[in-house]
């Protein structure tokens, strides 16, 4: 079984993945990603919960 990273920084998803990283920290204001934070500075995202974002962003347009 193969072990995948995760938990993300926003910029690392910004620039693996291509979304900005405003937009993640909006579905993490909509409670929409879960995410870890340093007091109130998101330092996180879970990166399955991006996706399934993605998805569905894809799926809309």
């Given at each position: 079984?193969?072990?995948?990273k995760?938990?993300?920084?926003?910029?690392?998803?910004?620039?693996?993945?291509?979304?900005?990283?405003?937009?993640?920290?909006?579905?993490?204001?909509?409670?929409?990603?879960?995410?870890?934070?340093?007091?109130?500075?998101?330092?996180?995202?879970?990166?399955?919960?991006?996706k399934?974002?993605?998805?569905?962003?894809?799926?809309?347009?």
């Amino acid at each position: 079984m193969a072990l995948m990273k995760t938990w993300y920084e926003p910029e690392e998803v910004e620039a693996k993945f291509g979304v900005k990283k405003a937009l993640v920290l909006a579905w993490v204001a909509d409670g929409l990603v879960r995410c870890e934070r340093e007091g109130k500075k998101v330092t996180r995202v879970n990166i399955d919960d991006v996706k399934l974002e993605m998805e569905s962003l894809v799926r809309k347009g």
